[in-house]
Each structure stands twice: as structure tokens, then as C-alpha cells.
């Protein structure tokens, strides 16, 4: 071997020395970054955490189901939910019922149908800002319109209606989102064979899209769930000892409207009322209430989740 | 190689055709296709063959904006596909279309054949039934998915998927058959499948056929047009354009000198 590649020899070893020392530097970067996003990532969820095991700590002793199945009274220990969830649950019955046919029927509307102008953008621009308005401004929106405007009153239909303007700029995003998600190929496809308008949107668009509107629609509710400044505002009770009319009657036509037309109150507010109250003994009424949002809104979300992924499953391009 | 029957089946007549931002995609293009045979459309990108082929089932109507000046004239009936009075989705329910890349809906195999029936009201599940296995036969793929009917469309691999899309546009009986680029996205066993495909297929229809891919369209095809810039350089049958083309430039393409 003569002298000169030798050297060459040594210098590429050398020279490997140098990579693997910055490979090895690189890789440090790697994980001082990992760690520092996963102590961000640790702050936000363990401080969530800290807050739900506070809530079920304090409320504990409330987890039975007379809880659940008790008016609220003035003495904090017999004190119950039963108005509010079933409020709570009458109210977002009509928040669906409202937002999801026009959210959906509007962001199809927009995506499918509507031309694209300056007033669509416009509209556009709008609605995406709606999705941001502070949910205490359709409180004063719904106490002019619905109660002032339409004489609905203090009612399940107010609040549910109050609700439903609140998801409807979320519903309409996410079908957005969802139908443009579907590939141009798709639609040509349809099209290709004779479809019309309306059967490539009933055949296609709404039927690839459902994952999203549904996701879209339930994370909207889980939200509007635990609203509570726009229903103080138009004027929900908050101590309420009696159930709304049953919304399905023993005889024909076994549905009655009634319950739409009742006086009621909603978890928060219940959680609201309890938490203003002079006796700490109802504090851990609040707490418990609080947990339970907490709880429900997780399930909703989770639920939305698990639903995403089992449509998606089956929807490929 | 050229069937017995050369009828003509449709012809463009001075068709140019405006993209929404004023671009001249198609300049004056005139150019029959004959009856049961392939007419393939070959030229470098973007000289307008794609959008020629898009012509014949408005697919360009779908974006606003585009505008089409001539005509495409069906024969026999003399209709102008492109005035304004007719339907595009008349003229898709004549004339159907097999994509670039293989793009089922995303539902089971049965139902993307049976798409265009439903499309067209047939709720005979009878009738339906018949039409897709025929569909499916004619796009050689029953033997493959004759007991899986029902499972997703997407659990085919890419060539099937292809032959797939052909079944779907067969199962209505079109007159016409687009194809643009149906073997880009292939491998050279499942191209091969769909050229054979083709070449069946013209006994019952006609087809139009843009391809990349110069011996495909050796081939393939009766006739052969070379487009360049949005204008129809030259048009023949096949065997004249590959060994004797009249033109310079056609030659040079065709040779691979350019392009």
C-alpha cells in the first residue's frame, strides 16, 4: 500500500469520525425536542387531569343514584339532578333536531350548489367567524328574537333553539370540510354515468361525507352541552322542582309537544346555582355536577371518535 | 386491422373550446370516429387531447366557465352534443367514460356497476342484477369477483379496479366509450388486460382513447390522431401514421425525437 492512499485511508475514517460526532449531535436535538413537547403535552392534560380528580374528590359523596333521580332541594345532602339532565337532554334534542338538518343543508348548500362569487366568499368569511362569536351574544340574540320577537318565552324550544344557532356555524364548517375532503375523481365518476346534481350529492357527497358531519355535529354538541352564559341569559330557572310534560303520551298520538313550551334548567346551570349558594355543603353538589359534565363530554367526543373511524374504515379512494 | 364497417359515428366540426381563464385549449378541431373501431389521440402534454376527449361528455360543463364553440355531431341521429339546448346528462347517458386512474366509489363492487342502472331508474333488482353480471363479463372480470360481489371496491387491486370502471361504464350500454389514459397508473400485465379489453369491446361500441404511450396506440388502434398545441396535426388510420406519417412533426413525435 503506498504512503498516499494511506493517508486517504486515515482521512476518510477521520472523516467518519466527524459524521457520526454530528449524527450524534443531531440526534440530540431529536430528543430535547420530543421532551420539551412532551412536557407541553403533559401541562395541558395533567392539569386536566388534577382538575377532574379535584371535582370527583370533592364530590364524591354525591355519586349515587338518588343524585341523579332527586329534585334539588334546600338541603344540600338530598339535593338532586334530575331536572337538569333531563333538561339537559330535552334541550340538546332540540338543538340537534335544529342544527343538523339546516347546518348540513347549508354547508351542502355552499359547497355543492352555491356560485362562487364575492358573496359567497363573504358568506364564507362570516360563518367561520360565527364558529368564534362569544356564546353569550346569541343569549342576547335569542332573548331578542325568540323570546321578544317570537313570544317563545323561557322555554326547553328557546333554549334548545339558543343551542342550535351556537353548533349551527360548526356544523356547517365541518360538512364543509368533509365534502371537500371527497376527490374530484369521485364526482366526475358520478357524473360520468348520467348522474344528475342531487343524485351525485344524495348517492355520494352526504354518504362519503357522514364521518365528518357526524364528528362535526356531536363536537359541536359537546360543546353547546356545557354552555351556560347564553342560557342565563334568556332566563332559565335555576330552581326547578318539576319535570317538563313527558314528551311521549299513554294515548294517541303518543308524542305531545308540551315539554317544548316548559320552564326548565341545564347541568351548568344547576352547577351555576349550587355554586353561588352561601352553604359550603353545596359545593360538593357543583363538584359533582362538574365531574359529570366532564364525563359526558368526554363520551360525546370519544363516541365521535370511534365513529369517524368506523365510517372511515370503510371509505377508501 | 380496420373492422368492415366504417360508419361514422360522430365527428367534431371546428370545435374550439375555451378554459374560464380565456386559454385556447382546442383550436378548430375537426376529426371523425368511426363506428367499432379505435380512434386513439396521442400527443405531448398538454396539447389538448385530454380536453378534446372531455368534450364529448361535457365534462367540461362541471367547472364554470368553460366555453365550446363547433360542434360534435352523433350520428345517426345528427345531434350536436354541445348546443345549448341539450342536455349534458343526456349525452353521458349516451356516451360514457373510463378515468386515468381507476376511481370506484367507494361502495361494493356490485354497486359501482350497478350505479349508472340506479342512475337511470331501474329498480328491477332482476334486470339489475343481469345487466352487472353482463357488464362485468364483457370487462373480463366476472370469473375474479363473480362470488365476492359484495365486498368493497377498493379490496381490488389497481388493474381490477381499472376493469371495474369499464364494467361500470358498459353496464348501460353507451354508444361511445372514452378512455383517458385507462393504463397510465397500470402494470404491463394489467395494461395488457385492458388493451385486450379494448379491442373486444370495439365489436359492441365505439372508443376514444387518449394514451401517452405510443405503442399502445400502435396497438390498439384504427385510427390515430396527433394533436399539438391544441390543433389536430394529423389524422389517419394507424398504420399510415406510424410508417408513413405526412408530416415532419408527427414523425419526429412519433419517433421519440420529441415530446
Redesign the interface.
Known amino acids: 500500500m503506498t504512503s498516499e492512499s494511506l493517508k486517504t485511508k486515515v482521512a476518510v475514517l477521520e472523516n467518519l469520525d466527524v459524521v457520526r460526532a454530528m449524527i450524534r449531535r443531531h440526534k440530540r436535538s431529536d430528543i430535547i425536542f420530543a421532551a420539551v413537547g412532551l412536557l407541553a403535552l403533559m401541562l395541558g392534560l395533567l392539569t386536566l387531569l388534577t382538575l377532574f380528580l379535584d371535582l370527583v374528590m370533592d364530590g364524591y359523596p354525591r355519586f349515587n343514584l338518588t343524585f341523579f333521580s332527586e329534585f334539588p332541594s334546600r338541603r344540600a345532602a338530598n339535593a338532586g339532578l334530575l331536572s337538569a339532565w333531563v333538561g339537559s337532554v330535552l334541550v340538546m334534542i332540540v338543538t340537534f333536531l335544529t342544527a343538523v338538518p339546516m347546518g348540513v343543508a347549508a354547508g351542502l348548500y355552499l359547497e355543492e350548489y352555491a356560485?362562487?362569487n364575492w358573496f359567497s366568499d363573504l358568506i364564507e368569511i362570516n360563518v367561520s367567524n360565527l364558529a368564534g362569536v362569544p356564546s353569550i351574544i346569541y343569549g342576547l340574540l335569542a332573548l331578542g328574537l325568540f323570546i321578544y320577537g317570537l313570544g317563545l318565552g323561557e322555554s326547553i324550544l328557546t333554549a334548545g333553539l339558543t343551542l342550535g344557532l351556537l353548533t349551527l356555524p360548526v356544523v356547517i364548517v365541518s360538512t364543509r370540510e368533509a365534502i371537500r375532503g371527497i376527490?374530484v375523481?369521485?364526482?366526475?365518476?358520478?357524473?360520468?354515468?348520467?348522474?344528475?346534481k342531487w343524485?351525485v350529492v344524495k348517492?355520494?357527497v352526504v354518504k362519503?361525507s357522514q364521518g365528518g358531519i357526524l364528528t362535526g355535529v356531536i363536537i359541536g354538541m359537546s360543546r353547546a352541552i356545557g354552555e351556560t352564559a347564553p342560557i342565563i341569559t334568556i332566563g332559565a330557572l335555576t330552581f326547578i322542582a318539576f319535570l317538563p310534560p313527558s314528551p311521549i303520551s299513554e294515548v294517541a298520538p303518543f308524542i305531545n309537544f308540551e315539554w317544548l313550551g316548559s320552564g326548565f334548567t341545564v347541568l351548568p346551570i344547576q352547577m351555576f346555582n349550587w355554586l353561588s349558594r352561601p352553604d359550603h355543603a353545596f359545593a360538593t353538589n357543583a363538584a359533582a355536577t362538574g365531574a359529570i359534565i366532564i364525563v359526558v363530554t368526554l363520551m360525546m367526543n370519544g363516541t365521535a371518535i370511534y365513529l369517524r373511524y368506523k365510517i372511515r374504515k370503510?371509505?377508501?379512494? | 386491422m380496420i373492422n368492415a364497417t366504417t360508419a361514422l359515428k360522430a365527428e367534431s366540426r371546428d370545435l374550439n373550446f375555451f378554459y374560464s381563464n380565456g386559454n385556447q385549449a382546442l383550436k378548430s378541431v375537426s376529426m371523425p370516429l368511426y363506428e367499432n373501431n379505435i380512434t386513439a389521440l396521442i400527443g405531448p402534454s398538454g396539447c389538448g387531447k385530454s380536453t378534446f376527449l372531455r368534450c364529448f361528455n361535457r365534462m367540461h360543463d362541471l367547472y364554470p366557465g368553460n366555453k365550446y364553440e363547433g360542434q360534435i355531431v352523433m350520428h345517426p341521429d345528427n345531434t350536436n352534443i354541445l348546443e345549448a339546448g341539450v342536455d349534458p346528462i343526456e349525452v353521458r347517458m349516451r356516451i360514457s367514460m373510463v378515468f386515468q386512474k381507476p376511481n370506484p366509489f367507494p361502495k361494493s363492487i356490485f354497486e359501482n356497476v350497478a350505479y349508472g342502472l340506479r342512475v337511470r331508474g331501474e329498480k328491477n333488482k332482476r334486470t339489475v342484477a343481469d345487466k352487472v353480471e353482463e357488464a362485468l363479463k364483457g370487462a373480463a372480470l366476472w370469473n375474479e369477483v363473480k362470488d365476492r360481489q359484495q365486498d368493497l371496491a377498493f379490496n381490488l387491486s389497481g388493474g381490477q379496479q381499472q376493469r371495474l370502471c369499464i364494467a361500470r361504464a358498459l353496464a348501460t350500454d353507451p354508444e361511445i366509450m372514452l378512455f383517458d389514459e385507462p393504463t397510465s397508473a397500470l402494470d404491463p400485465i394489467a395494461t395488457a388486460n385492458i388493451e385486450e379489453l379494448m379491442s373486444e369491446l370495439k365489436n359492441k361500441l365505439t372508443i376514444l382513447v387518449v394514451t401517452h404511450n405510443m405503442q399502445q396506440a400502435a396497438r390498439v388502434s384504427d385510427y390515430t390522431a396527433y394533436m399539438y398545441l391544441g390543433e389536430l396535426m394529423e389524422y389517419g388510420d394507424t398504420d399510415t401514421i406510424f410508417t408513413r406519417p405526412t408530416r415532419k412533426e408527427t414523425e419526429d413525435y412519433i419517433t421519440g425525437k420529441f415530446g
Not at chain 1, 370503510?314 to 379512494?317: A, C, H
Open positions: 356560485p362562487k376527490p375523481a369521485i364526482r366526475e365518476a358520478a357524473y360520468a354515468v348520467g348522474a344528475t343524485q348517492d355520494h362519503y370503510n371509505i377508501k379512494w
